[in-house]
Nanobody, 125 residues
Framework: QVQPVESGGGLVQAGGSLRLSCAAS????????MHWFRQAPGKEREFVAA????????YYADSVKGRFTISRDNAKNTVYLQMNSLKPEDTAVYYC??????????????????WGKGTLVTVSS
């Protein structure tokens, strides 16, 4: 079973940057597409970005395209989310997730099976 563990959240001013990390506890991330979702207060959880295992393709929500970059270090069994030009509307708890379907990117959070506990990102104006 894949157990993601997120880190790297914090408080940053608008326009700043943060890098989130998602490390695997237990089984490795190999053969899984890894996803980042976020949930702002009072809002539904939403897709942010994903990266596939086999061909390293990346996928982004329109709201973060050009500002966020997802990457993975297979040797370290870790996925990263580099967030630049942060906006107050990026404030949310960010979650790392994967599906038992393996190396498929699915933008629907209800299809994820493995979740981390999340890390809070707060962007002040």
């Amino acid at each position: 079973q894949v157990q993601p563990v997120e880190s790297g959240g914090g408080l940053v001013q608008a326009g700043g940057s943060l890098r989130l990390s998602c490390a695997a506890s237990g089984r490795t991330f190999s053969s899984y597409a890894m996803h980042w979702f976020r949930q702002a207060p009072g809002k539904e959880r939403e897709f942010v970005a994903a990266i596939r295992w086999v061909i390293d393709s990346t996928y982004y929500a329109d709201s973060v395209k050009g500002r966020f970059t997802i990457s993975r270090d297979n040797a370290k069994n870790t996925v990263y989310l580099q967030m630049n030009s942060l906006k107050p509307e990026d404030t949310a708890v960010y979650y790392c997730a994967a599906t038992t379907m393996g190396d498929y990117v699915i933008r629907d959070y209800s299809s994820m099976d493995y979740w981390g506990k999340g890390t809070l990102v707060t962007v002040s104006s």
